[in-house]
């Protein structure tokens, strides 16, 4: 056993017992844990951990916990885990809402209400996707290389968290995805639409889009308006098409 100082930070403090935010405490850890092992035990998934300080110098998650130390983590930084490419997102079976609102400005979100666990870890290992959840458990797991716990419960702000973690502002194409197939949206002609959206909407609108999936088509109608309202709420921003 080797007993240590830890101090939890910013809304990291969420996920440690009550009497252990806002301050110090002293840690008993098993024996060779590292600072993951640690950090996990006491509720924290090594995914939300940012920076850390032991002894006041920079250190990574697989150091051992020794005697004495004094062990500080910090949350991650907005934007720290933001990636030259666009981010691919797999959401766990609790966040249909916001992996919606997520195809809605162009991520590539799986969401599937009937997959486990296990498939999640698998998918996102396979396919390099960031798992968001509010599962704590599932982000401790150590095959799942980048997640993202999603602290709030409405969708809404759920989207402005991850927006901000990624920093996906800079990199959204707004009403390019099928909200419901996740596949990309291509601009048909309005005689191919003809026959699936009523006569006041071609007369209308002149331009229209068609998942390849499920054939649905797209237009800048009334709910779309909706949609951009809502999405320009949410992050403060003005969306485009
Ligand atoms: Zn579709």
């Not at 850890?29 to 951990?49: D, M, Q, S, Y």
């Amino acid at each position: 056993m080797a007993t240590a100082t830890f101090r939890f930070h910013g809304e990291l403090e969420r996920f440690v017992a009550r009497t252990h935010r806002g301050r110090a405490f002293d840690c008993a850890c098993a024996r060779a844990a590292t600072i993951k092992n640690a950090a996990e035990a006491l509720g924290v998934p090594h995914t939300e951990v940012g920076r850390l300080l032991v002894n006041g110098e920079a250190a990574t998650l697989p150091r051992i916990v020794r005697e004495g130390d004094s062990i500080e983590v910090f949350p991650v930084e907005p934007g720290a885990a933001a990636t030259e490419e666009m981010p691919l997102f797999l959401a766990d079976a609790h966040l249909g809402g916001l992996a919606r609102l997520l195809r809605m400005l162009g991520f590539d979100s799986l969401y599937d209400n009937a997959v486990h666990d296990r498939e999640i870890v698998e998918i996102a290992r396979r396919e390099r996707r960031i798992v968001l959840t509010r599962d704590r458990e599932l982000l401790k797991c150590r095959e799942v290389m980048r997640g993202c716990f999603v602290h709030a419960l409405k969708a809404e702000v759920q989207i402005s968290e991850v927006a901000a973690r990624y920093a996906l502002i800079r990199q959204m194409r707004p009403f390019t995805l099928c909200l419901h197939c996740n596949l990309r949206l291509q601009d048909v002609e309005a005689s191919v639409a003809q026959q699936r959206v009523p006569d006041r909407v071609l007369a209308r609108y002149a331009r229209f889009m068609r998942c390849p999936g499920c054939e649905r088509i797209y237009w800048e109608g009334s709910h779309w308006e909706r949609m951009r309202t809502l999405l320009s709420d949410a992050l403060d921003v003005a969306i485009g098409a």
